[in-house]
């Protein structure tokens, strides 16, 4: 790979691959495997990541909302396509890019019931969400008498799948109550399906699901997190390639004397002599401020450069005052030597913010 010249957020399509197959040999061949893509793909992109998905035969992929799945439609991808989250304003557009609604609440049912009426369509696929101990989204095992009969009374829309979503499906101190949340959706299933002439299918593990819980695999899992490289767990990550390096380049060195400061509100205070290098990458890329002041570190010709002084909108600095370097040297901010993982640890995240957080100002460039 050559060396980069400016930040770039480096997108290894083929790690995707790896890492597809790898969930994949996790579960039952019949089982169906749903791709998330919300939020560009957790920072990547969505419409390369999933064309590529869609290229491996990905059953189903999803997004948070309904203008992310209209992009990925208005682009070609024909997959089917699950909307998480989406709101009543949107159903028009919606059902005209033959998306599928997570349906979770009766106000969203009534309202999408309205919206198909109008169109005159009939058994639109949707999909009934529940909530078993999230607290986020979804009806409650109380809500199914009264639901089936609503959906039972009409053709507009039909129930394609059931599912849930666990809370802590990465915390082995939390497996009662993810047992508890998968035994709630297994009784609900049963009671919704004998009400219904047809069967939907059925989901509720999401990555860490997968890998911790597959006896609940149902009909589907769901994958994010783990399709970009991450298992919630440093022995799952031996086995997973990270689909994103963010990379960028030392734009000038400093020579400065000790008690000199550096960067905004003079945070940083040198005791000696040193050599610091400024990046051009800030919080406005998605560093954010958290990182600077000593907490997290970069990569310089292989070694740790702690970043120091607040972070800048559009630069950070760094101490490379013991590390052989020169103004154009790559600098790696994650990615090889560096996972998300780490470099969202060091200020208390995880990296699902962390890559999600990438703005769209740093350009993405494409391995495949
Ligand atoms: C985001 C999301 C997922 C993916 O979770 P990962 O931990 O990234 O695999 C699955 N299901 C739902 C409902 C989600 O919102």
Not at 32 to 42: C, I, Q, R, T
Not at 78 to 105: A, G, K, W
């Amino acid at each position: 790979m050559p060396k980069t010249n400016e930040t770039v957020l480096e997108i290894d399509l083929k790690a995707l691959e790896h890492n597809f197959n790898y969930f994949k040999s996790k579960i039952k061949s019949t089982t169906k495997f749903l791709g998330v893509v919300k939020a560009f793909a957790y920072g990547n992109d969505a419409l390369k990541i999933a064309k590529k998905l869609e290229q491996l035969n990905v059953d189903y992929l999803a997004v948070a909302y309904t203008d992310e799945g209209v992009g990925l439609r208005k682009s070609g991808v024909q997959t089917p396509i699950l909307v998480l989250h989406p709101q009543p304003i949107n159903f028009d557009q919606l059902v005209e890019n033959n998306l599928e609604p997570s349906i979770y609440s009766h106000k969203i049912l009534d309202c999408f019931l309205n919206a198909v009426s109008t169109k005159e369509l009939s058994k639109y696929p949707v999909h009934l969400k529940f909530n078993t101990g999230l607290n986020r989204l979804g009806f409650t095992e109380n809500d199914v008498d009264a639901l089936i009969k609503k959906i039972n009374a009409q053709e507009r829309f039909k129930i394609t799948s059931i599912f849930s979503h666990l809370a802590a499906s990465e915390d082995a101190n939390e497996q009662e109550f993810t047992l508890s949340q998968i035994e709630a959706f297994t009784r609900i299933s049963s009671k919704i399906e004998a009400q219904l002439t047809h069967t939907p299918f059925k989901h509720i593990l999401n990555t860490s699901g997968i890998l911790n819980y597959p006896k609940a695999q149902f009909d589907m899992v769901r994958s994010g997190i783990g399709l970009y490289g991450f298992g919630n767990d440093i022995e799952i990550d031996t086995h997973l390639k990270p689909v994103a390096s963010l990379k960028t380049i030392i734009s000038q060195i400093h020579q400065i004397k000790s008690n000199n400061s550096v960067g905004y509100n003079r945070a940083f205070t040198s005791n000696k002599s040193m050599a610091t290098a400024t990046l051009p990458i800030g919080h406005a890329d998605g560093i954010g401020r958290q990182y600077g002041n000593g907490k997290a570190y970069v990569l310089v010709n292989g070694k740790k450069a702690p970043i120091i002084g607040n972070v800048c909108m559009d630069m950070i600095m760094i101490n490379v005052t013991d590390i052989p370097c020169n103004e154009g040297d790559e600098v790696i901010i994650f990615g090889k030597g560096n996972s998300a993982e780490e470099f969202a640890a060091t200020a208390n995240t995880i990296s699902y913010e962390l890559v999600t957080g990438i703005s769209q100002r740093v350009k993405r460039v494409f391995i495949n």
